[in-house]
């Protein structure tokens, strides 16, 4: 399983003369590093250890107090450390603070490495080493000498002994690396470089990057410098890039595979305080930092950003104002905007199935699902399940319950206040949404003609009982019959009693019929000859005919009419 080491420590302990040592790799490759003695930027080199393929991945950070950023945005995606204490100095302010940041990440494993061993009595080196195992419980610590080369053998076996108690990472998650460098080679394009926290990359994945939402392929992958045809979660990764400029880019975005992480500007998060946390921190997570405005209420917080940023449920923040003053654990990614502790106690505690059906309020699809990165597949999946689903929608139950019952009221007073037609157009029962036709086959409702009804619903006459009589006896006395109810009319065409004429008239089924059957003796079929052949008055006639054009039996050309085709049943 690949995996990534950082180094942590106070300047001047020897972090990057240990590195030099333990790899034969100069980390401090910027000019200003060289002469001046100290890291400002991060450094990587590829660390062999006794009895692990691949190698391990190591950064070297910073130990200056004004580099904490950059160490910072270097601890984020490591999975244990090496922490580095002068044997003649001991710990010192930004051993304690680069250790507050390392447990704030939650990097529980790693060794302790006392430096400079050789420059120190027995005595002193015996009572540097009880002080890290003092301050580090249940890390290995080990004594060495970078300029003696003593104790590196032991230094790379405890580092194996504590790689091996590494929990493996979300390889079954969506990819994503952090940008920590970016910078163009003649002829190859832009590269960028990062720890790649979850998934894989080969060459020609499409990736995006976040948040600008820049597209891109991967050309080339590489790692340790060599080419590789698949990076894993957990290494050290350098991406080729084409069709990006390097001035499209920047420390802290995020190369991931689309549609698979939220863009945010804000996180719900549950705090874990070092000191009192202000109104306004710098939020580091991933490689990036960006002030924010806290609203908290006891241990649950929402930060506000000022530019947006990639997360998922689960990650660690880091809060620091001129110092760390605490931490966090990202409960939602992509929160709403009012914040809800008792949403968050319950997102903390609760499993997936809970957790989904609190937070999906609306319909969403299950791409919509993944994109929010509140859970990775597997746990997603099992949430899913406690869900209801209609083709690529699902919907919380309580939110489907509320519906039915809405459709159910609705349906109920369309029967009272129209019996006669007790059917709403499906167009009007629910909101123009996209999940509208879906959701249908879940509202236990009947489907008939274009509109919904309530299970068993059928038209009923009531109250018009009287006037439908009253209709069918002047239909059987005359041709052609003005109909001033409209849903009587339809109710009883539906029945079979009439069929509706031109605008508001109504003719006898019977005659609809006799019509029928008098348009195949006659040709051509005229207005004069058709009238005449029923015995019935023009007008009649020719509602009649309009009638018989509308269903598809005849066709107008000319002052003539033609039976048309008849239809395969």
């Not at 340790?224 to 045809?229: E, G, Q």
């Not at 500007?265 to 405005?293: K, M, N, Q, Y």
């Not at 654990?329 to 319950?346: G, H, I, N, T, Y």
């Not at 003005?482 to 539906?494: H, I, N, P, S």
């Amino acid at each position: 399983m690949p995996l990534t080491v950082g180094t942590a420590g106070h300047i001047d302990h020897g972090k990057t003369w240990l590195v030099r040592a333990l790899t034969g790799k100069d980390t401090d490759r910027l000019p200003e590093e060289q002469e001046r003695g100290i890291s400002i930027a991060l450094g990587y080199a590829p660390l062999a250890v006794p009895g692990r393929t691949p190698m391990l991945s190591l950064i070297d950070v910073p130990g200056h107090e004004r580099f904490v950023r950059t160490m910072v945005a270097g601890a984020t995606g490591i999975d244990l450390f090496l922490l580095v204490i002068d044997a003649g100095e001991g710990a010192r302010p930004q051993t304690h603070e680069h250790l507050a940041i390392l447990r704030l990440l939650g990097i529980e494993r790693g060794v302790v490495a006392v430096t400079k061993a050789d420059a120190v009595d027995a005595e002193t080196l015996e009572l540097a080493l009880a002080e890290a195992r003092e301050l580090v419980p249940g890390a290995e610590v080990v004594a060495v000498s970078a300029k003696a080369g003593t104790g590196l053998e032991e230094l790379r076996a405890a580092l194996a002994r504590a790689a091996s108690e590494v929990p493996s990472r979300g390889h079954d998650a969506p990819t994503r690396l952090y940008v920590d460098r970016a910078f163009t080679i003649t002829g190859a394009g832009t590269v960028v470089t990062g720890t790649l926290w979850s998934g894989s990359i080969a060459p020609g994945d499409e990736l995006r990057v976040e948040p600008s939402g820049l597209r891109t392929r991967a050309r080339g992958v590489q790692v340790h410098d060599l080419p590789v045809t698949r990076a894993e979660a957990g290494q050290r990764v350098a991406v080729n890039l084409p069709g990006i400029a390097r001035s499209q880019l920047r420390r802290g975005d995020a190369l991931v595979a689309p549609g698979s992480y939220p863009v945010s500007w804000r996180l719900d998060v549950v705090l874990e305080e070092l000191e009192p946390i202000p109104a306004a921190v710098t939020v580091h997570i991933g490689t990036s930092d960006v002030p924010a405005r806290v609203v908290r209420e006891g241990r649950y917080a929402q930060l506000r950003l000022r530019e947006p940023v990639v997360a998922a449920r689960g990650d660690r923040v880091v809060l620091r104002t001129e110092t760390t003053v605490g931490g966090g654990v990202v409960l939602d990614p992509a929160p709403p905007r009012r914040f809800d502790p008792q949403r968050l106690e319950l997102l903390e505690g609760g499993d997936p199935e809970t957790i989904l059906r609190a937070t999906v309020l609306e319909p969403v699809t299950g791409s919509e699902l993944q994109a929010r990165a509140l859970f990775p597949p597997a746990e997603l999946a099992r949430g899913l399940a406690s869900l209801e689903q209609a083709g690529d929608w699902f919907f919380a139950p309580e939110w489907l319950e509320e519906l039915r019952a809405s459709v159910r009221e609705r349906l109920a007073e369309r029967a009272r206040s129209s019996p006669l037609d007790p059917g709403i157009p499906l167009g009007e029962l629910l909101p123009a949404e996209p999940w509208a036709p879906s959701v249908l086959q879940l509202l236990h409702v009947e489907r008939r003609d274009g509109k919904a009804y309530a299970p068993g619903a059928a038209p009923q006459l009531g109250e018009h009982a009287d006037a439908a009589a009253e209709l069918e006896a002047r239909l059987a006395a005359e041709d052609l019959v003005k109909v001033e109810d409209r849903q009587l009319a339809g109710f009883l065409e539906a029945r079979g009693t009439l069929k509706r004429v031109g605008d508001g008239f109504a003719v006898s089924a019977d005659l609809y019929e006799r019509g029928r059957e008098a348009l195949h003796a006659l040709s051509p079929i005229t207005l004069a000859g058709f009238r005449d052949a029923l015995g019935i008055s023009r007008r009649t006639a020719q509602l009649l005919l309009e009638r018989f054009d509308a269903d598809g039996i005849t066709r107008r050309v000319g002052d003539e009419r033609r039976l048309r085709a008849a239809r395969p049943s």
